[in-house]
C-alpha cells in the first residue's frame, strides 16, 4: 500500500483565498483524522471521521474550517476564507479501528503558508 | 486535566552511547501510551505503544520504553544510538479517543 497520500505537499497563498487540503487514507481503514502542526501549539487534532461520519470536531478552529469525507477513500479540509495564522502543516492520518490501540498512519502533510 | 510532558526540547548524543528521552503523562484511568518519531519533511511514524503487560515495550528501530505506573513515565530508550535516529520524538497518551500529544523532543545524535 502507498500510505496515507496527502495533497498538495506545499501551498502558498494570499489571505482571504480558499485553499482545499486532500488527503487518500490508507485502503480499509475506516478511520481518519486531520492535524495542524504549528511551532506554537504543536500537535492538535481537529477531526476525525468514522466510515466518512464526522465523530469529533472539536479540535476545528472556527467556521472558516470545514471537513468533508464523501467516501472512504477521500477527504478534504477546506478554509475559507484563509488567514495567515492558519499558516502551519496539516497531517491527515488514517487508522484500521479506534478504540485507542489501533496504531494511527500519518500522510507526509501538506505545508500550507498564507501571506 | 489531562496532559503530556517532554520536559527536554532537544537532547544531544554521541553515536554509539545509550539515549534516552522522557516523557510523563498525567490521564485518568489506566494509561494508553504511544511514541511516534517524525523525521524532516515527512509525517509522523509509530514506533511503539503501551496498553497493559510487560513494562518494557519494544518497538521499531531497536527503540524500546519503560512503563513506569508510580512515576507515571514513559521514557523511550535505545542501547546504541545512530547519526540516523536524529530526529524529532513525540509521545502521546489516549484520553477520551483522542491521542494528547507532548511537544516533542528533538533528538541530536552527533558522530
Known amino acids: 500500500d502507498a500510505g496515507v497520500i496527502q495533497s498538495p505537499r506545499h501551498e502558498v497563498t494570499e489571505m482571504g483565498q480558499e485553499v482545499t487540503l486532500r488527503c487518500k487514507p490508507i485502503?480499509?481503514?475506516?478511520?481518519l483524522f486531520w492535524y495542524r502542526q504549528t511551532m506554537m501549539r504543536g500537535l492538535e487534532l481537529l477531526i476525525y471521521?468514522?466510515?466518512?461520519?464526522?465523530?469529533?470536531d472539536s479540535g476545528m478552529p472556527e467556521d472558516r474550517f470545514s471537513a468533508k469525507m464523501p467516501n472512504a477513500s477521500f477527504s478534504t479540509l477546506k478554509i475559507q476564507p484563509s488567514e495567515p495564522r492558519d499558516s502551519a502543516v496539516y497531517f491527515c492520518?488514517?487508522?484500521?479501528?479506534?478504540?485507542?490501540?489501533?496504531?494511527?498512519?500519518f500522510g507526509p502533510g501538506t505545508r500550507l503558508t498564507v501571506l | 486535566a489531562q496532559s503530556v510532558a517532554q520536559p527536554e526540547d532537544q537532547v544531544n548524543v554521541a553515536e554509539g552511547n545509550p539515549l534516552t528521552v522522557k516523557c510523563t503523562y498525567s490521564?485518568?484511568?489506566?494509561?494508553?501510551l504511544f511514541w511516534y518519531v517524525q523525521y524532516p519533511n515527512r509525517g509522523l511514524q509509530f514506533l511503539l505503544k503501551?496498553?497493559?503487560?510487560d513494562n518494557l515495550v519494544k518497538g521499531s528501530y531497536g527503540f524500546e520504553a519503560e512503563f513506569n505506573k508510580s512515576q507515571t513515565s514513559f521514557h523511550l530508550k535505545k542501547p546504541s544510538a545512530l547519526v540516523s535516529d536524529s530526529a524529532l520524538y513525540f509521545c502521546?497518551?489516549?484520553?477520551?479517543?483522542?491521542?494528547?500529544w507532548g511537544a516533542g523532543t528533538k533528538l541530536i545524535i552527533k558522530p
Open positions: 492520518a488514517s487508522s484500521e479501528g479506534w478504540g485507542g490501540t489501533d496504531t494511527q498512519y
Open positions: 490521564v485518568s484511568g489506566n494509561p494508553y
Open positions: 471521521f468514522n466510515n466518512n461520519v464526522p465523530i469529533d
Open positions: 502521546a497518551v489516549l484520553f477520551n479517543y483522542q491521542l494528547i
Open positions: 503501551y496498553i497493559t503487560g
Open positions: 485502503s480499509g481503514h475506516d478511520y
